[in-house]
């Protein structure tokens, strides 16, 4: 009984350790570390319990990754909505300088649409 509680006591510290290393790692240290873990998971040699331990390591170091993946994408996505809402608002504008204004930015976001 004892060694279940001491299981649970080292789980509840991993998910501390976790949620420490999610705020704490950046992309490079998270994917490094990542690689490595699976490098160990494949070299085999390892005891069920140590291999379960990787394994979780492996999923928490996947989750950092992926935060930070989505993250990247997310304001590249803004940063491309804001060109664009730019670009629109020049095409836009008929500002009498002979650019065709309006006109031709009606047709071209009609095109992109």
Do not use: I
Request: hydrophobic share 35%; glycine share 14%; charged share 35%.
């Amino acid at each position: 009984m004892a060694k279940t509680d001491e299981q649970a006591q080292q789980s509840a510290r991993g998910a501390q350790s976790a949620s420490r290393a999610e705020t704490t790692l950046g992309y490079e240290q998270a994917r490094d570390e990542l690689v490595e873990v699976v490098r160990r998971l494949e070299a085999g040699g390892t005891s069920l319990e140590e291999s379960l331990a990787l394994w979780e390591r492996g999923e928490e170091l996947a989750k950092v990754c992926r935060r930070w993946l989505e993250g990247a994408r997310a304001r590249l996505d803004a940063a491309l909505a804001d060109e664009t809402d730019e670009d629109e608002d020049e095409d836009g504008a008929g500002n009498g300088n002979g650019n065709g204004g309006g006109a031709e930015g009606a047709e071209r976001g009609a095109a992109e649409g």
